[in-house]
């Protein structure tokens, strides 16, 4: 925490840069992004690491208003869910700021990345937009149609674009919570289907229903049993790489604890919720899981 306020100090925002007037800024035509910009979105990155994200989403906006191509603070707005209104993206100047194509790819790469349902449509011509550019084995844009399909509730086509994106990167985070949930609905035609609960597990874990998610995970755990134990162990392999990537994902550590949990291996359940909760410390999810842990542990 030290460390981030002496980031902040760092890169104040009594810093004269900020006094540019950007609406009369040159076209970038040599890519990269402005040290502006750039400033702007280490700020923003700073203020989420302190769970400031008000302050978070002002100078992710920032640097994007200063130069549209600043793809990493757009990324930060729509996977924290920060992008609360639509308007934001045409409000950009990607015609002032770009040269025609580059300005027009952007734009249709920014709305395939929404996640506004009322707007399904403009996303899906955008991504179709974007195909012309043979972009349909981009991550972003597969990641984009595997989450439209989730909200239609289409899970097996959703299922085949996520392991399509798997295929090309294992390790996309973002993906994951997806490609995990959309076996959710086979449970409903086998209840002896092992990912189904898993599924299941993870979507009462995200909406907070924390008894329903150790029972799903309970349930996937005696299905792994035995002759199954191998896939759980893939399970487990998986989050131990994700886990032990830098920085290290507290998602994932919770995920393991949720594992050992339900295989009531406690102490090692225990350990990975600690070390979630030192990443995330404030994280409701995991502080629930650690004392209903430790109740279990109590009466074994």
């Not at 989403?57 to 639509?86: G, P, R, S, Y």
């Not at 604890?257 to 919720?273: L, P, R, T």
Request: overall charge negative; aromatic content about 12%.
């Amino acid at each position: 925490m030290e460390n981030i306020k002496r980031v902040l100090n760092i890169l104040d925002d009594e810093n004269p840069i900020f006094d540019r007037d950007y609406n009369l800024v040159d076209k970038n035509t040599e890519g990269g992004n402005s040290l502006e910009a750039s400033i702007c979105y280490l700020r923003g990155v700073a203020y989420s690491q302190q769970s400031d994200l008000d302050n978070a989403k002002q100078w992710f906006k920032k640097a994007l208003e200063i130069d549209v191509k600043c793809f990493e603070a757009f990324n930060e707005l729509v996977i924290n869910h920060m992008m609360t209104k639509w308007d934001f993206v045409n409000s950009l100047k990607f015609d002032e700021q770009l040269e025609y194509e580059d300005a027009y790819f952007t734009k249709m790469n920014y709305i395939s990345m929404l996640k506004k349902y009322e707007h399904v449509t403009e996303i899906q011509d955008a991504r179709s937009e974007l195909d012309k550019f043979r972009l349909s084995n981009n991550a972003d844009i597969l990641l984009s149609h595997a989450d439209e399909l989730y909200t239609q509730c289409r899970f097996k086509e959703c299922l085949e674009v996520t392991t399509k994106l798997f295929e090309l990167d294992m390790y996309n985070q973002e993906c994951l919570p997806i490609h995990i949930v959309s076996p959710r609905v086979a449970s409903t035609m086998n209840s002896h289907c092992g990912p189904a609960w898993i599924g299941f597990g993870n979507t009462f874990a995200i909406e907070l229903e924390h008894d329903q998610a150790i029972t799903a995970d309970s349930t996937a755990a005696k299905l792994y049993s035995g002759p199954h134990l191998p896939m759980l162990n893939i399970v487990e392999s998986y989050f131990q790489k994700v886990a032990s990537m830098s920085p290290p994902n507290a998602d994932a550590l919770t995920a393991l604890g949720y594992i050992y949990h339900v295989k009531e291996e406690f102490e090692e359940a225990i350990m990975y919720y600690h070390e979630a909760l030192g990443i995330c410390p404030y994280d409701p999810i995991t502080h629930d899981f650690l004392s209903s842990c430790l109740k279990e542990m109590v009466h074994c």
